[in-house]
């Protein structure tokens, strides 16, 4: 049986996209642009709303999710996830973190590396961190990890991420059937309510409508081959 598509390392936009990537952007441009921008009206108020995350209850593991490094350093956004994903594991809800993030950009190392190292730094025992060095977005991050959770008979994620990520975030994870609750990194730029904030937010919104358009449109075309990747 055919393995589902995954992006090489350092992949390039398009090769990102994958199988029935491109068609799904284009429909989610063309129905974003011919609806006066409508959809990424209502998945903004998704996006907003999401910001909060969900209350706090003890799970199977802290999933962080990757962020671009730059050259091999990490971003403030990567650092307060990671910070962030310390802190719940300090408290008790969950006895382990995965750390996700393949090899990308113009690093030597992958973002799940970079973020272990960053955490055993700061006193998280290296037997608790465990990795999914692969992907190269979002939907690969929770691909993976979804992988490695049946493997070991966990059910549970704690998804960690800045606030305006967890809508996309919440959305890929729900189609792939993971059980999460989701909590924001406080602290994480662009400050809340700035010009770049919301400039973000609707970056995210467009992001989401592309997401609920590739499966919309996958289902559509009963494409398996599409629909492995994100159902």
Not at 92 to 99: E, K, Q, Y
Request: contains cysteine; glycine residues 10%; hydrophobic residues 45%.
């Amino acid at each position: 049986m055919p393995q589902p598509f995954h992006a090489p390392p350092r992949a390039s936009f398009t090769q990102k996209l994958g199988p029935g990537g491109a068609a799904s952007l284009g429909l989610a441009l063309a129905t974003a642009l011919g609806l006066l921008l409508v959809p990424v009206g209502f998945r903004l108020r998704r996006v907003v709303q999401g910001v909060g995350g969900d209350p706090l209850e003890p799970v199977d593991a802290i999933l962080v999710l990757g962020r671009r490094l730059k050259d091999d350093d990490l971003t403030p956004v990567y650092e307060a996830r990671l910070a962030h994903a310390a802190g719940l594991w300090r408290q008790g809800f969950a006895p382990r973190i995965l750390v996700a993030g393949g090899t990308t950009g113009s690093a030597a190392r992958s973002e799940a590396e970079a973020g272990r190292d960053w955490l055993v730094a700061r006193g998280v025992p290296t037997e608790v961190i465990l990795l999914e060095d692969r992907s190269q977005h979002t939907l690969e991050n929770l691909f993976n990890v979804r992988a490695h959770l049946r493997a070991e008979g966990w059910r549970t994620l704690l998804l960690v991420s800045d606030p305006l990520h967890l809508a996309r975030a919440r959305a890929t994870a729900l189609g792939l059937g993971l059980e999460v609750r989701c909590s924001p990194a406080p602290g994480c730029p662009p400050a809340s309510g700035s010009l770049a904030w919301w400039r973000r937010a609707v970056v995210e919104a467009f992001f989401l409508h592309w997401y609920h358009t590739g499966m919309v449109y996958s289902r559509l075309i009963r494409s398996e081959r599409q629909l492995e990747r994100v159902t």
